[in-house]
DNA sequence: TTCTTAGCACCTAGGTGCCAAGAT
DNA sequence: ATCTTGGCACCTAGGTGCTAAGAA
């Protein structure tokens, strides 16, 4: 999914947060290698704030301005993946897909949900949790990797900001269909 | 569910096996109490055959008859429940569903659904596996269990046999309302 | 003859942005 | 003013038994 990514990035992302919690399009997916096939990994998201500011949207100059300094964040929640824990062999066999995660904006969620502050910037991460067998030398090692896709920030919102990003999330996202003018298949 | 196997027990259960994989309907639901809230369990179920034999449906009488020995049988499958392994706790809050067990006929099958013979009887059974905290002394508890609840056993085939088993399905399954003459909730 | 398969219309379940109304 | 919510029509995805055709 880089590529979309990427052409959602240079727009500037947006993701909608509501109460009941929604995915991300586009899904952040990502492919592993290196991994002792025998061995336990949990895999894991979690969501940082990019700064400590408050955006709105100018529609004057379409564009994204500060708009005070962030607001208080809850601690960030992690995001385990379902398969976790699996072998090496399992995660490396396919991509691996965090399409079920949901963001929702309800600091009360219920539902382990991801909860972010609309009008704030995220930076998701992608972690992977080493479960070493008991005959190795943890010392030696690192048991706990992170890594970050600077393409994959965004904005959270409640509602689309910028038009352009409206129109490339019908354009992609399967489930928009019925909101498409034409079939991009026909192009 | 029970009231719904007694029902479907009392007429003779079929389950449609399929080369992709059926759901069974009804589907197998348990309720546990009892666990340690604070140690994991795995839970799961498998299925036996109820007999060595093989049976065909006499539509002359409208009821089972043997049709000879059993067919050769794979060692049966397990099916682990996805959330294992989880806490006692987990499991104590909410009833436990295998909605998403899936059966086949296909003896290559590659998607780890349960494999059975067709027109032969079975019976689901459901295991509980403690994992002990270490401190336990194991010698002296069961760590497997498992519990056959008869009104679950069932006939698979690949289209239904007896026509009141059909109805009965079409009756109480939603997702076969298109095939229903009146709304069962009119009553 | 009996059993099995694949495609079908009809459902459930739930993911989309839109829009109007409400909240702050 | 700006942000947020709930209901909506329109989709995807997949679970039903039916039917006709094919296989054993």
Same mark, same amino acid.
Request: net charge neutral; proline share 5%.
């Given at each position: ?7 959602f ?15 991300m ?12 096939p ?11 704030a ?5 955006y ?19 601690p ?19 991509i691996?897909s !965090?399409?079920?995660? *949901?963001? @929702? ?5 219920? $539902?382990?949900? %991801? ?5 704030? &910037?995220?930076?998701?991460r ?22 970050? !896709?600077p393409e994959? *920030?965004? @904005? ?5 900001? $910028?038009?352009? %990003? ?5 354009? &992609? ?15």
């Open positions: 999914m880089k590529s979309l990514w990427d052409e990035n240079e727009l500037g992302t947006e993701m909608i947060v509501t109460k009941a919690g929604r995915r399009f586009p899904a952040f997916q990502v492919r592993v290698t290196g991994m002792d025998h061995a336990d990994y949990m895999v894991m998201m979690d969501f940082v990019s700064d400590d500011k408050r709105r949207y100018s529609f004057h100059s379409s564009s994204w301005v500060v708009a005070g300094k962030a607001d208080t964040q809850m960030g929640r992690i995001h385990m993946h379902p398969d976790s824990p699996a072998k090496g062999s399992q995660w490396m066999k396919q691996i !965090f399409d079920k995660l *949901k963001l @929702t904006n309800n600091l009360l969620d219920d $539902n382990g949900h %991801i909860i972010l502050n609309s009008m704030h &910037s995220y930076q998701p992608f972690h992977v949790v080493y479960n070493p067998p008991k005959s190795e030398d943890v010392s030696e090692m690192e048991v706990f990797k992170h890594f970050i !896709f994959t *920030k965004f @904005t959270a919102v409640t509602a689309y900001q $910028n038009h352009r %990003i409206t129109q490339l999330k019908i354009a &992609s996202n399967p489930f928009a269909k019925g909101f498409r003018d034409c079939d991009p298949n026909d192009w």
